[in-house]
């Protein structure tokens, strides 16, 4: 009997136990139901033991089911919605989702829980399938957006307590987690599509087929398109601007490296870097990371706690601290001064750009030479002012989907007429002007094979891309590890994610 009073004593700890256990890891149910369930698998067990329970083991049982529920009650523990191969999404990884698009300013209307929990199905099903196909995002990468979302959040809502109270979170180290986590499976995914899709051609005579098989009176309606040149003119940065920020960053390094003073609160009070200031000027980067060149050099030049001399980059001057170095990567921290452009600099700009303009409407200069003449803007001078369209890498514009500031600049310029003087600024707030034609102007039509060939080409690679995809994924819902929980198995989904 004593040995039987031992186990049972042994098993009633163990299943306790593992109740703590289970509630230190996310699972779907409420507290309250699993300490009943094991309460019950406790007695079911005693009975099979000795035929009944007795007073002690009945005191036990209860005695640690009340000390296990009492931190529990009335809270609903992170649930676990489904589980994909390897990965495991949590009710919290939908929230985050949802208050993100929130943030954005969608509309609780626009999008359902259940559209997030198969968008996140979808991403996490390749995210299994890139580490199964040995695809690797770098940890320097996935921080560097860490950084970036941050600092965004913060940006948004003010401060990093605010940020932490509307994502519902306690602390910032575990959002920052979270948030790397996040980021790192929906890279794997990215990756995992692009290689998906990487191979896939298509051929003129697919192309023709494509667009055969559109009825008449359902082929696509191209919107007006644009294409447009611009002529860039910033006012000049003196040199006793700049030789006022190199003194203040040598101040500061003399502070840091003399005396001793904080680098990172340094950054917080006085960096000109949003994407930095409110975590202490810090990023973490390797070589292939997307930085300045002139950034790069320097920081991995340097030793661990070293200090830079101010140095240049087309944002402004720079001090730079390597606080870690791991391997490829560094974690590093900067402090950006951006040098001031003068009232009387601004006024000669001013003046450049009229006199440019006068110029191209009397004809004494075309508006491409001008801008390969005059324009301060090296991305685009060479090509005589020439814009590309970052969405889609080609030189046309669709009149509907463009920059609502551009729209209104451009949208009633007709062909080669230069607008007036348009005053911008550049990424650091600084004053420019810029002047804008329209070089090229395709009205609004229905899809021609001829007229619209790279268009349509665009349409029928898209589309057999996508063909690509939705096969793959078919293919590997059905051999891979799925199981979905709870609300999200009444949810209706594009792809068979119950395996009906």
Request: with cysteine; net charge negative; hydrophobic share 35%.
């Amino acid at each position: 009997m004593q040995l039987r009073t031992n186990n049972l004593k042994f098993m009633i700890k163990t299943t306790v136990l593992c109740v703590i256990l289970t509630f230190s890891i996310h699972t779907q149910f409420y507290a309250q139901e699993i300490i009943e369930e094991v309460a019950q698998d406790s007695i079911v067990t005693q009975d099979t033991i000795n035929g009944q329970n007795s007073p002690m083991v009945n005191d036990t049982i209860n005695t640690a089911v009340e000390t296990v529920k009492a931190p529990f009650q009335k809270t609903k523990i992170d649930g676990v919605a489904a589980v994909i191969g390897e990965n495991v999404i949590l009710d919290s990884d939908i929230d985050i989702a949802y208050r993100q698009l929130m943030s954005e300013g969608t509309s609780n209307s626009d999008v359902s829980r259940c559209q997030l929990a198969g968008s996140l199905f979808e991403s996490k099903l390749y995210a299994h399938h890139a580490v199964q196909d040995s695809i690797v995002v770098r940890d320097a990468e996935v921080n560097s957006m860490v950084d970036q979302q941050l600092a965004y959040m913060t940006n948004e809502l003010g401060t990093v307590e605010k940020v932490l109270k509307f994502y519902k979170k306690d602390n910032l180290v575990d959002f920052r987690k979270e948030l790397f986590e996040i980021n790192k499976s929906n890279r794997l995914s990215e990756q995992m599509r692009t290689k998906i899709i990487e191979d896939i051609e298509i051929t003129p005579e697919e192309i023709r087929e494509f667009f055969d098989d559109i009825p008449e009176d359902e082929r696509p309606l191209f919107s007006t398109e644009l294409e447009l040149a611009q002529i860039v003119i910033e006012p000049e940065i003196p040199e006793e601007e700049e030789q006022k920020v190199i003194d203040r960053l040598n101040q500061f390094r003399e502070d840091i490296v003399e005396n001793g003073s904080s680098f990172a609160t340094k950054a917080v009070l006085y960096s000109q870097d949003p994407g930095s200031k409110s975590t202490g000027g810090k990023y973490t980067l390797d070589r292939k990371t997307n930085f300045a060149k002139e950034f790069k050099d320097v920081a991995f030049s340097l030793q661990e706690g070293e200090v830079s001399e101010p140095f240049k980059t087309d944002f402004g001057w720079h001090i730079v601290k390597v606080d870690k170095i791991r391997g490829e990567e560094i974690d590093v921290r900067h402090i950006l001064l951006i040098p001031e452009v003068t009232r009387k600099t601004v006024d000669e700009a001013k003046r450049l750009i009229d006199s440019i303009r006068t110029s191209i409407v009397s004809g004494s200069i075309e508006f491409k030479e001008a801008a390969r003449k005059f324009s301060d803007e090296k991305e685009t001078r060479e090509d005589g002012g020439q814009l590309l369209n970052p969405t889609t890498g080609d030189t046309r514009f669709e009149l509907t989907k463009i920059d609502p500031i551009l729209y209104d600049q451009v949208s009633k310029l007709k062909m080669n007429e230069v607008s007036l003087v348009i005053p911008d600024q550049d990424r650091q707030g600084r004053k420019k002007y810029k002047l804008i034609t329209v070089l090229n102007r395709y009205d609004e039509h229905i899809a021609d094979y001829a007229n619209d060939y790279l268009k349509i080409q665009e349409l029928a690679l898209r589309k057999k891309q996508i063909d690509a995809i939705r096969k793959w994924q078919s293919e590997k819902i059905m051999d891979t590890y799925i199981k979905i929980n709870g609300e999200y198995r009444n949810c209706e989904y594009s792809g068979n994610w119950l395996k009906k």
